[in-house]
């Protein structure tokens, strides 16, 4: 509120379409509590899909920071679909790697890594435990979207960068080498005036159906020089003759598993 009062606030009616990180107009309808009468306009929106149903994360975001571990094991498939998710946003994009206090695991992690950072994306190392806040400068004037799977250490990283934030933590199950759920919704914390953090839930999958295969070859930075370079206008970079992907491919100038993923979410979305 305007004179600085926090209300308990509901949409109208059963179904909402509020996402964490929107900016919304409320009116007071009783002492501590609200409507949510306007969502105002957003400059981004992150959403999963499927072909029956769609799931809001954040409004508004700036930053995607995908957090993988050097334990458990992390998904290359689900940082690409990150990737792809704010690429077709044109949002910024930072990857972090916790856990690096386990020094033995860090070397085999990091090798997963260097795919992105070929491609310019940054790569930042760290443990959440002892030098999360280490990660505050890339902060600095962003509302920034943690997202990644369960058990890579987002809880704890919340913690450590918002101190009362008191984020929920759980260990990991050894015997199926994932992470416990722990986050069950979106939330935002503030880190000052222009600064922003909202942690999410874990995921194991990130549908994008809702993209088209355009848009999909669009968020491939490898790809977007080659795109319109194909024999067929409407090339889908798959056994086309004379396409300048599958070129690019067979002289060494894509990774193999970029393409691999691209080719994989294609097929999905049919």
């Known amino acids: 509120m305007a004179d600085g009062a926090t209300l308990l606030c509901f949409p109208r009616g059963k179904k909402s379409d509020v996402a964490c990180g929107d900016r919304v107009m409320v009116e007071q309808t009783s002492p501590g509590q609200g409507v949510i009468s306007a969502i105002e306009a957003?400059?981004?929106?992150?959403?999963?899909?499927?072909?029956?149903?769609?799931?809001?994360?954040?409004?508004?975001?700036t930053q995607v920071i995908i957090v993988v571990a050097t334990e458990p094991a992390f998904s290359d498939e689900l940082?690409?679909?990150?990737?792809?998710?704010?690429?077709?946003?044109?949002?910024?994009?930072?990857?972090?790697?916790?856990?690096?206090?386990?020094?033995?695991?860090?070397?085999?992690?990091?090798?997963?890594?260097?795919?992105?950072?070929?491609?310019?994306?940054?790569?930042?190392?760290?443990?959440?435990?002892?030098?999360?806040?280490?990660?505050?400068?890339?902060?600095?004037?962003?509302?920034?979207?943690?997202?990644?799977?369960?058990?890579?250490?987002?809880?704890?990283?919340?913690?450590?960068?918002?101190?009362?934030?008191?984020?929920?933590?759980?260990?990991?199950?050894?015997?199926?080498?994932?992470?416990?759920?722990?986050?069950?919704?979106?939330?935002?914390?503030?880190?000052?005036?222009?600064?922003?953090?909202?942690?999410?839930?874990?995921?194991?999958?990130f549908g994008l159906h809702h993209l088209s295969p355009e848009e999909i070859a669009l968020a491939f930075l490898e790809l977007r020089p080659l795109l319109g370079q194909c024999r067929f206008r409407n090339c889908r970079h798959d056994r086309e003759p004379d396409c300048s992907v599958h070129a690019a491919l067979r002289n060494g100038e894509i990774n193999p598993r970029r393409y691999a993923a691209f080719r994989s979410l294609c097929a999905e979305i049919g």
């Open 42 to 61: 957003r400059q981004t929106l992150l959403y999963r899909s499927d072909p029956f149903k769609q799931k809001l994360i954040a409004a508004n975001v």
């Open 79 to 205: 940082i690409s679909r990150c990737i792809v998710a704010a690429e077709s946003q044109d949002i910024e994009l930072l990857v972090v790697l916790n856990k690096c206090d386990l020094s033995e695991r860090v070397p085999a992690a990091s090798a997963a890594l260097v795919q992105y950072e070929t491609l310019g994306y940054r790569v930042v190392k760290l443990s959440a435990t002892h030098d999360g806040a280490r990660l505050l400068p890339y902060l600095a004037d962003h509302l920034s979207l943690l997202i990644g799977q369960s058990g890579m250490g987002k809880s704890t990283l919340v913690n450590a960068l918002v101190p009362d934030a008191r984020a929920a933590t759980r260990e990991i199950s050894e015997a199926l080498n994932t992470g416990k759920h722990t986050t069950t919704h979106s939330r935002l914390y503030r880190l000052g005036t222009t600064s922003a953090l909202i942690d999410s839930p874990g995921m194991t999958e």
